[in-house]
């Protein structure tokens, strides 16, 4: 187990979820430890689905849909966020790579059976149309990376990770966020591992020189024409067909909720 995965079984992360105010379907780590790169400074991304009772969904006064935190407990730097289980169905029945990404994340807190079931499903959640929301997310980050000065090393790691999980996703059906992972197996990337050493050394090395940027605008342009191409042929559908499956776990879910972590 390397340092960036045993981040999930750190007991502080285990308390944050034992304090939610809501039943758990899961709770995983999201952002850099995910992807790959974290730094030293790194804060904990914990994402997750919670369950509203009943009386907060039908009756007058709802409940969190939403529920967002930002602390430090124990020395850990933590930001929480979960949805209500519609709302991240909701979610995953558009083209939206973020919350796929934290069902099959593979750096779990808390899990439950309604858990496993959902990760079952979500090969009927993809679409060709997801390459969107990574085409999108790398142009904005893109744009961040070229305006500032000095230009650094994190948004332009983030511009290849989703380009690299957008195009594995649209070429082979399966969600993969990690890029270091994507590179070694998949990509061979020469300068990803140089990236990756730089960030994860810290502030002082996580700038780039002037003279980089003409050799990674080629590679911008190059992989976004390459998941342009991906998308264009992929096998996944236009459309999930595995609504009517979600709508019965919602159901069951909201019915017999998990218990309290």
């Given at each position: 187990?390397?340092?960036?995965?045993?981040?999930?079984?750190?007991?502080?992360?285990?308390?944050?979820?034992?304090?939610?105010?809501?039943?758990?379907?899961?709770?995983?780590?999201?952002?850099?430890?995910?992807?790959?790169?974290?730094?030293?400074?790194?804060?904990?991304?914990?994402?997750?689905?919670?369950?509203?009772?009943?009386?907060?969904?039908?009756?007058?006064?709802?409940?969190?849909?939403?529920?967002?935190?930002?602390?430090?407990?124990?020395?850990?730097?933590?930001?929480?966020?979960?949805?209500?289980?519609?709302?991240?169905?909701?979610?995953?029945?558009?083209?939206?790579?973020?919350?796929?990404?934290?069902?099959?994340?593979?750096?779990?807190?808390?899990?439950?059976?309604?858990?496993?079931?959902?990760?079952?499903?979500?090969?009927?959640?993809l679409t060709r149309h997801h390459a969107h929301h990574y085409l999108g997310?790398?142009?904005?980050?893109?744009?961040?990376?070229?305006?500032?000065?000095?230009?650094?090393?994190?948004?332009?790691?983030?511009?290849?990770?989703?380009?690299?999980?957008?195009?594995?996703?649209?070429?082979?059906?399966?969600?993969?966020?990690?890029?270091?992972?994507?590179?070694?197996?998949?990509?061979?990337?020469?300068r990803i591992g140089e990236l990756v050493a730089r960030k994860q050394a810290?502030?002082?090395?996580?700038?780039?020189?002037?003279?980089?940027?003409?050799?990674?605008?080629?590679?911008?342009?190059?992989?976004?024409?390459?998941?342009?191409?991906?998308?264009?042929?992929?096998?996944?559908?236009?459309?999930?067909?595995?609504?009517?499956?979600?709508?019965?776990?919602?159901?069951?879910?909201?019915?017999?909720?998990?218990?309290?972590?």
């Amino acid at each position: 187990m390397t340092d960036h995965t045993r981040i999930a079984s750190d007991p502080r992360l285990g308390d944050e979820v034992a304090a939610h105010a809501y039943p758990l379907v899961f709770a995983t780590v999201s952002g850099a430890h995910l992807y790959g790169f974290p730094s030293p400074d790194s804060d904990v991304d914990l994402r997750g689905v919670h369950v509203l009772p009943l009386a907060e969904v039908v009756g007058l006064e709802p409940g969190l849909e939403t529920v967002e935190s930002a602390h430090v407990r124990g020395g850990l730097e933590m930001d929480l966020v979960t949805h209500d289980v519609r709302k991240f169905f909701e979610l995953l029945l558009r083209r939206n790579g973020y919350v796929l990404e934290q069902v099959t994340s593979p750096l779990v807190v808390h899990t439950t059976d309604y858990h496993a079931e959902l990760v079952g499903l979500v090969p009927g959640l993809l679409t060709r149309h997801h390459a969107h929301h990574y085409l999108g997310f790398a142009a904005n980050q893109w744009r961040l990376f070229e305006k500032e000065r000095p230009r650094r090393v994190k948004p332009l790691l983030y511009v290849y990770r989703v380009l690299l999980t957008g195009i594995h996703l649209m070429r082979s059906g399966q969600v993969e966020a990690n890029l270091v992972r994507l590179n070694a197996d998949v990509f061979h990337l020469e300068r990803i591992g140089e990236l990756v050493a730089r960030k994860q050394a810290g502030p002082e090395r996580a700038t780039l020189e002037d003279a980089d940027l003409e050799v990674h605008t080629r590679e911008y342009e190059r992989l976004v024409a390459e998941l342009e191409h991906a998308r264009d042929t992929s096998s996944l559908p236009e459309a999930p067909t595995a609504r009517p499956a979600l709508h019965d776990l919602l159901v069951r879910i909201r019915l017999h909720p998990p218990a309290h972590a």
